[in-house]
Structure formats: C-alpha cells, structure tokens
C-alpha cells in the first residue's frame, strides 16, 4: 500500500519515530532542512517509481496531502504508461 510506504519513507529519511508519522501530521511538525526534503523526494520517487518534483511539497500540509500527492503521481504514470 503506497500509504505504509510514504510512511516508511519519510520515519526513515527524517529520522523521526514511525508511530509520530501518521496521516494526520503535519508536515511541518517533522524537523528537516532542504537536503532532508530532496533526500526524501530520492527516496520516494526510487522506491515508489514516481516522479516529483520538490517544489510540489511546498504545497503539502500533512502527511496525507503527500500520500495523495504520490498516489496521484503514481496514477498518472500507470495511466501513461498503459497507452
């Protein structure tokens, strides 16, 4: 499920408890700097076969809007690669 891998993702990139990450969290209440944000859209787009680009999480609030976020991106691949 993309959720549990966004999660995984992000508890490991930013170092922080897996059980803080839930989707209600807010983005913002995970310390990172810049590096921390492009590591993680590596991350993501490595293990979940997506692309993003990291100007797209300046508009991300919790960690659900980056799991809709991937799940869209992912979507969009699948459908282009399907034609």
Same mark, same amino acid.
């Given at each position: 499920m993309i959720q549990?891998? *966004? *999660? @995984?993702?992000?508890?490991? #990139?930013? @170092?922080?408890?897996r059980e803080t990450v839930t989707l209600e969290a807010q983005w913002q209440d995970f310390e990172h700097d810049s590096l921390d +944000?492009?590591? +993680? %859209? &590596?991350? &993501?787009?490595?293990? +979940?076969? $997506?692309?993003l680009d990291p100007k797209e999480l300046a508009? $991300? *609030? #919790?960690i659900a809007? +980056? %799991?809709r976020l991937v799940e869209a991106r992912k979507s969009e691949r699948e459908t282009a690669e399907s034609t």
């Open positions: 549990d891998r *966004v *999660v @995984g993702i992000i508890a490991e #990139t930013l @170092g922080a408890p +944000l492009i590591e +993680l %859209v &590596i991350a &993501i787009q490595e293990e +979940l076969e $997506v692309d508009n $991300v *609030v #919790t809007d +980056l %799991v």
